[in-house]
């Protein structure tokens, strides 16, 4: 069974650093590029940041570029993502989920994000 | 940054009804299209990707079309269990742009 769980959230002052991590079980996480997609309470999904399977490639949305870093230890079959600089903005519940290619057609891919993590919750005030 | 917007924001249907939700895409990205159902207090759902293949265990009810910068989900007749917020994604390059989302009750 594919399970992700996240951990790390809480409670920290605008300008403060948390680090989140999730614990991933049920499939070959070195073989997937993986996310993390945020939700503030109350509204839609946002993509925050993607890894590839060796960590050599990383890609942020503009708004966390320079305050997030996504990282992943594949010996420990665990993602992070250490955010710094934390904004009142950044609150939200934070997913990570695995990024899956469906199939490809010529050297197109197609895939989605198809597990995903319950969340863990980060609250930025003062 | 391409832009993914949904319409409407928000919908009330019958049950048995054909609704149907649009997203467009301010550039075109091809079939890279997917599609997620997220009901209250739970993860978001994969419904759809590439456009309009179906995910594996989603019921037939729910189908996609389109290409480039215009694309629809369709329930063909909605059921009490599809009351969600509905959302697409771009999955072509990074960054994996959401639409703002689709509410979804039921009349």
């Known amino acids: 069974e594919v399970q992700l769980v996240e951990s790390g959230g809480g409670l920290v002052q605008p300008g403060g650093s948390l680090r989140l991590s999730c614990a991933v079980s049920g499939f070959t996480f070195s073989s997937y590029w993986m996310s993390w997609v945020r939700q503030a309470p109350g509204k839609g999904l946002e993509w925050v940041a993607k890894i590839k399977q060796d960590g050599s490639e990383k890609y942020y949305v503009d708004s966390v570029k320079g305050r997030f870093t996504i990282s992943r230890d594949n010996a420990k079959n665990s993602l992070y993502l250490q955010m710094n600089s934390l904004r009142a903005e950044d609150t939200a519940v934070y997913s990570c989920a695995r990024d899956w290619v469906g199939h490809c057609s010529g050297n197109n891919c197609y895939g989605a994000h198809d597990f995903w993590g319950q969340g863990t919750l980060v609250t930025v005030s003062s | 940054d391409i832009q993914m917007t949904q319409s409407p924001s928000s919908l009330s249907a019958s049950v048995g009804d054909r609704v149907t939700i649009t997203c467009r895409a301010s550039?075109?990205?091809?079939?890279?299209l997917a599609w997620y159902q997220q009901k209250p207090g739970k993860v978001p759902r994969l419904l759809i990707y590439a456009a309009s293949t179906l995910q594996s265990g989603v019921p037939s009810r729910f189908s996609g079309s389109g290409s480039g910068t215009y694309f629809t989900l369709t329930i063909s007749s909605l059921q009490p269990e599809d009351v969600a917020t509905y959302y697409c994604?771009?999955?072509?390059?990074?960054?994996?742009?959401f639409g703002q989302g689709t509410q979804l009750e039921i009349k």
């Open positions: 550039q075109g990205i091809s079939y890279h």
């Open positions: 994604q771009k999955f072509n390059s990074a960054p994996y742009t």
